[in-house]
């Protein structure tokens, strides 16, 4: 592994792990909030890295991805919620599903607002040297922080818009529909990895995620008067 490759995984791994984290934390407050108190009886409120990071998917394989220079992703362990502790289960659990995606939204405006304060005052980011690492990093942050926002929100269980689906449809529908949970790793492989392999053309995050990230992602930038090319 050269130089090359270690800093390309650091520039990722880094604004990856930070992202994640933020976005399990934030569900298990929200959870807290409304009635649930598992995340804080286990510590899993706590920004330490440490408590979330789930050996294969914080660090196999987004590192994997980076040495194969495909897009980077990942995800922690899940916060655990119990949605019968909330105060109204099915509403709630989706207002906790919801406050990942929308702290990785904040985080995302921090970062373009922050990219955006940089090049106004140095007239664009430093391409070398610490400083450049660190901008390397910011700019990696934003996009990252959006891609893992939209991507969350696929209605497909065990993603977050899963369970926003599942307190729409009725009582009786939504409990066969939870159960899909349980081939969470198994979806994320197939929709990450095999379907684009298989059916380049029924590429989900090519297709449905990218367009809306991109539209995300720009409309962050121009509300910050930033461009990615200039940075």
Same mark, same amino acid.
């Given at each position: 592994?050269?130089?090359?490759?270690?800093?390309?995984?650091?520039?990722?791994?880094?604004?990856?792990?930070?992202?994640?984290?933020?976005?399990?934390?934030?569900?298990?407050?929200?959870?807290?909030?409304?009635?649930?108190?598992?995340?804080?009886?286990? %510590? /899993?409120?706590?920004?330490?890295?440490? /408590?979330?990071?789930?050996?294969?998917?914080?660090?196999?394989?987004?590192?994997?991805?980076?040495?194969?220079?495909?897009?980077?992703?990942?995800?922690?362990?899940?916060?655990?919620?119990?949605?019968?502790?909330?105060?109204?289960? /099915?509403?709630?659990?989706?207002?906790?599903?919801?406050?990942?995606?929308?702290?990785?939204?904040?985080?995302?405006?921090?970062?373009?607002?922050?990219?955006?304060?940089?090049? %106004?005052?140095?007239? %664009?980011?430093?391409?070398?040297?610490?400083?450049?690492?660190?901008?390397?990093?910011?700019?990696?942050?934003?996009?990252?922080?959006?891609?893992?926002?939209?991507?969350?929100?696929?209605?497909?269980?065990?993603?977050?818009?899963?369970?926003?689906?599942?307190?729409?449809?009725?009582?009786?529908?939504?409990?066969?529909?939870?159960?899909?949970?349980?081939?969470?790793?198994?979806?994320?492989?197939?929709?990450?990895?095999?379907?684009?392999?298989?059916?380049?053309?029924?590429?989900?995050?090519?297709?449905?995620?990218?367009?809306?990230?991109?539209?995300?992602?720009?409309?962050?930038?121009?509300?910050?008067?930033?461009?990615?090319?200039?940075?």
């Amino acid at each position: 592994m050269n130089d090359t490759t270690l800093y390309r995984i650091a520039i990722w791994l880094i604004p990856l792990v930070i992202a994640i984290v933020f976005h399990e934390v934030a569900h298990g407050y929200v959870a807290r909030m409304l009635g649930d108190q598992t995340a804080a009886q286990r %510590g /899993r409120l706590t920004l330490n890295p440490i /408590r979330h990071v789930d050996p294969v998917g914080t660090l196999l394989v987004p590192m994997m991805l980076a040495l194969a220079n495909a897009p980077i992703f990942g995800w922690a362990k899940p916060v655990p919620v119990v949605t019968a502790r909330l105060n109204h289960p /099915r509403r709630d659990m989706a207002l906790v599903a919801l406050a990942g995606p929308g702290i990785n939204l904040v985080m995302a405006m921090i970062a373009a607002a922050a990219i955006g304060v940089w090049v %106004g005052s140095a007239g %664009g980011l430093p391409q070398s040297g610490v400083a450049g690492f660190i901008a390397a990093n910011l700019i990696n942050f934003l996009l990252i922080n959006v891609f893992l926002a939209i991507f969350n929100l696929l209605p497909v269980p065990p993603f977050d818009g899963g369970h926003v689906v599942e307190a729409i449809l009725p009582r009786a529908l939504a409990a066969h529909y939870a159960k899909l949970s349980r081939f969470g790793f198994p979806v994320m492989l197939f929709l990450l990895v095999i379907l684009p392999t298989i059916a380049p053309s029924a590429n989900v995050v090519a297709r449905v995620v990218g367009p809306i990230a991109d539209w995300v992602l720009g409309l962050l930038l121009a509300i910050f008067h930033v461009s990615l090319a200039s940075a």
